[in-house]
């Protein structure tokens, strides 16, 4: 396309984008021109946008033709701004290399300082600077990282040539090397460089910044960005944009520093200025954990011995707490500042929404709303649900004593208990397995990612409260130690010491990321215990919300968990999980052996009071809430015990025969036999090929309609004596796996006169509901006509998922990991609802079943119903209930509120 603007210019307080711009410029890239805009100190520079990136693995990784003609115009815009000229001997501009998508992305792609710097250039910066350890501190770390990131070098190969001088000359700090020494490490680089690549490092600075562009590029498809892509569910489409700036230096001297900081803290939310600093320093120096960053204000000390940004440098950082005032107002949010300071002047060199925990979230939005920046329905947006994650699972219990054995910085709050692993490829591999895994680092990395998403919590040697640990970790809601410099990390050897103590690979260890503690063995957790902040966001997002949220409860206990929860009802109650109680099991396996209809309702009376007694403390825990019963669903051989396990025992009782010398131990035997032969004959009788579609649900009630018929008695005889206890019950009997109206009639018919006689002998007039489970395609487009006999619907996502695929849920789990990684589907339709499909079935059942019955009260009770986006389709949809498990209630209800803010604000 002929003309089309590739590259926007930023510098001198003047911008050609905004921050409005993320799409196009990415998010570094649109907050870079708007505080640019807002005139605060940002070097100037350009941003190419993530179009060019689009257009690049489109095009056969081909730049379109006007690229580098408006790279080479904005080149002189940034020259002139900052009175430098690139490639020039005498006074060289040098620039860094940046990605930028439109949503941070934490160290997940490519960088380069220094861009420009070569054996003539290094001279010009000596001159123009009369510093000549700086330039050449700053051209063997340009040399590194173009080596890694532009050439393929891995950094560990060039940190053993630069240990290896530190080791030579005694010394501990990068701070120590002398100029001569840093000038003999590059040319060791270069010596590097060429040696592993057979190619020398490139001295033209032209050919340096179209290769570092083209580096950034493709890391936007590396393997760790393709794996925070997709656990935080962002497109591959998009694209980075790349951010090329002029370069500003904290490696100076004493007078110069680098620092990343946070308007708030982002682990607790609390409203205080927090970050961290190094003196004579760059960037990647903080988050990298190479060196102990330095507290950036004197409140955030606590006891550190080092000294703080505001004592070392108070001018800057007022300018500093000025500024960071500023954009906090400016974004109406919490941000996240990179900041360098250049001889006592200060320079922003990135501003961003800062990523937090859930409990920081909270409060940030509370407290947000309470200081007037925000309202009640953006605090509320600001809170993502499935955050809420994070809050309602255990933490270490304050009443007891564990072990303590090191302490590290509380990097990302929570507790975390698991196995010791060393490496990231471990820590998934253990975790498919089942295991808890605690991933132990120096420092982590990028690549690390999916090790760390896979980990219970995350430990590091090295590394501060902003390292790329300790970020990454709050981002994902993992509890995260970091810095915890007692370590010592041997992981090659398969150990890590804390003084005399040795603790192995595969042995326990526990994380408090609230605390920094790190605890030998598995410490003992409780229950997490919820704040006044996260009371009140639900409450406003309670206000807000109209679609209901029930749970997915079995006992009275979950129930009560779930109505702590904010539940405002069961929307699936399954009867059958009742049956497997160690009194219950014999009992009911009784019933599916016997050969009569009178011996099998002998064994179901045995269960009525069972029934009975499971229903009444349901309703009790629910408080008059409404309560869905689902009458029995699975196959009766699931209460049996498989046919394999019987044929081993009946071969081991035969075997016990020939060692039996009385008779009597003889006679005890066979019986034992006949009946396990029998056991075995009757399991082989209900074998069935494909029992997911098979003899289950209203099937079974219409083969054994006595089974049904104890159920209905136990509900409504629980419900009538609940009544006259002052109890208000409204019964919600739902029958499962309707695929023809016709069944529904027959069981109906049942189920009324069971209802009704109950009622007479009770003395009670009970309000109730027959209804049925959609989880069947058929049921969905025959919805009409069986909403003329029910009165209510509740979609079975989980088996209507499988059915609409013809996908077995038990065994999906083997290849659609692959089918989402090779992007035939977008998600696992068994976690998100497949809104396109699934969905039309959904949309179908709720449009065709109201054209008969307008008042039809219609929800979902698969785990659909606490997926945030399920959530907000069954809202699009008009349902009026979703139900899920109890600690998905609170995600759900945040959810359901966030669906409607978003359709008011579209």
Not at 125 to 145: G, H, K, L, P
């Amino acid at each position: 396309m002929a003309n089309k603007k590739y590259v926007y210019f930023f510098g001198q307080g003047k911008a050609e984008g905004s921050a409005g711009m993320k799409n196009l410029l990415g998010g570094k890239g649109a907050n870079l021109a708007e505080m640019t805009n807002l005139e605060i100190p940002v070097p100037a520079g350009f941003t190419i946008t993530t179009e060019v990136c689009t257009a690049y693995y489109e095009n056969n990784q081909q730049y379109p033709e006007e690229l580098w003609a408006q790279v080479g115009e904005n080149l002189k815009k940034v020259e002139e701004a900052m009175g430098a000229k690139f490639g020039d001997p005498q006074k060289p501009l040098l620039v860094s290399v940046r990605s930028g998508a439109r949503v941070s992305m934490p160290g997940m792609m490519d960088t380069v300082l220094n861009l420009g710097l070569n054996d003539e250039t290094v001279q010009g910066v000596i001159s123009q600077t009369r510093n000549e350890r700086f330039a050449y501190d700053s051209y063997r770390r340009f040399i590194n990282m173009f080596g890694d990131v532009v050439m393929g070098l891995a950094h560990g190969k060039f940190e053993k040539i630069f240990q290896a001088k530190k080791n030579e000359l005694g010394v501990k700090l990068d701070t120590e090397l002398d100029t001569e020494a840093l000038n003999d490490i590059v040319a060791k680089y270069k010596a590097l460089v060429k040696q592993e690549t057979g190619k020398d490092y490139p001295e033209d600075p032209r050919t340096q910044l179209e290769m570092a562009i083209g580096a950034v590029f493709g890391s936007w498809n590396t393997e760790r960005a393709i794996t925070y892509r997709r656990l935080n569910k962002i497109p591959g489409d998009w694209g980075t944009a790349v951010n090329v700036q002029s370069m500003v230096y904290g490696n100076m001297g004493n007078d110069s520093g680098t620092g990343v900081a946070f308007t708030r803290d982002p682990a607790t939310g609390e409203n205080v200025f927090f970050g961290e600093y190094l003196i004579d320093a760059q960037g990647e120096d903080v988050v990298a954990g190479i060196r102990t960053p330095q507290p950036i204000n004197i409140a955030q000390k606590k006891g550190s011995t080092l000294p703080s940004l505001e004592e070392e440098m108070p001018q800057t950082y007022k300018e500093l707490e000025e500024i960071y005032k500023r954009l906090e107002n400016h974004y109406t949010d919490m941000q996240d500042l990179e900041f360098t300071i250049q001889k006592g002047k200060l320079f922003l060199l990135q501003t961003r929404v800062g990523k937090r925990t859930a409990a920081a979230a909270i409060k940030i939005a509370v407290d947000m709303a309470e200081e007037g920046l925000i309202d009640k329905p953006t605090a509320v947006l600001r809170v993502e649900p499935g955050q809420l994650d994070q809050l309602l699972h255990p933490m270490i219990d304050p009443n007891t004593k564990p072990e303590v054995i090191a302490k590290g910085l509380p990097a990302s709050p929570g507790a975390a208990v698991g196995k010791i692993v060393f490496t990231a490829e471990k820590a998934q591999e253990d975790a498919e397995k089942g295991e808890a895994v605690v991933l132990v680092r120096i420092e982590t990395s990028p690549e690390d990612i999916g090790g760390m998403h896979a980990a219970q919590g995350i430990l590091t040697a090295r590394g501060g409260m902003t390292s790329h640990a300790a970020v990454v970790a709050r981002g994902m809601g993992k509890c995260c130690v970091a810095g915890c410099g007692a370590l010592e990390i041997h992981g090659e050897a398969g150990y890590m010491s804390v003084g005399d103590l040795k603790i192995r690979e595969g042995d326990f260890i526990s994380l408090n990321g609230s605390t920094g503690q790190v605890i030998l063995g598995e410490a003992k957790l409780i229950k997490a215990e919820l704040s006044g902040d996260f009371s009140k966001l639900m409450s406003w997002a309670d206000e807000l919300r109209t679609l209901k949220v029930r749970t997915n409860a079995d006992t009275p206990e979950d129930a009560q968990v779930a109505r702590e929860f904010g539940a405002e009802g069961i929307g699936l109650c399954r009867t059958e999980h009742m049956f497997f109680g160690e009194e219950r099991l014999p009992i009911v396996q009784e019933m599916i052996l016997a050969d009569s209809k009178e011996a099998r309702q002998k064994a179901l009376d045995q269960l009525l009071p069972m029934q009975k007694s499971d229903f009444k403390g349901i309703f009790k825990a629910m408080k008059d809430l409404p309560v869905t019963i689902r009458l029995l669903d699975p196959p009766l051989h699931e209460f049996l015990p498989k046919g394999e396990e019987l044929i081993v025992q009946i071969a081991d009782l035969k075997f016990q025969l020939s060692s039996m010398a009385s008779l009597e131990e003889i006679d005890d035997l066979l019986a034992q036999i006949k009946e396990k032969e029998y056991l075995a004959t009757k399991v082989e009788s209900l074998h069935e090929f494909n029992p997911m579609l098979g003899h289950r649900g209203c099937r079974l009630g219409i083969t054994y309609p006595e089974i049904y018929n104890m159920q209905v008695q136990a509900i409504f005889e629980a419900a009538c004596e609940l009544t006259k206890e002052g109890y208000s019950i409204v019964p919600e009997v739902m029958i499962p796996l309707i695929g023809d109206v016709n069944e529904f009639s027959y069981i109906k018919k049942s189920a009324i006169v069971i209802a009704e006689d109950v009622m007479k002998r009770s003395g009670v007039t009970l309000k109730y509901m027959l209804g049925t489970m959609i989880e069947i395609p058929r049921a969905a487009l025959t919805a009409d006509a069986i909403a003329k006999e029910a009165e209510f619907f509740s979609f079975g996502t989980n088996d209507l998922t499988q059915m609409t695929f013809g996908f077995s849920r038990d065994d999906a789990g083997v290849f659609l990991p692959g089918y989402v990684e090779k992007k035939i589907l977008s998600e696992d339709p068994f976690i998100a609802l497949d809104q396109t499909g699934v969905g039309q079935l959904v949309q179908m059942g709720v449009e065709k079943g109201r054209s008969v019955r307008p008042d039809l009260k219609v929800g979902i009770c698969g785990e659909h119903g606490g997926e945030p986006s399920s959530v907000e389709f069954c809202y699009r949809v008009g349902l009026n209930y979703v139900s899920c498990s109890p600690y998905r209630v609170p995600i759900a209800r945040l959810a359901a509120a966030h669906a409607r803010i978003k359709e008011e604000q579209a």
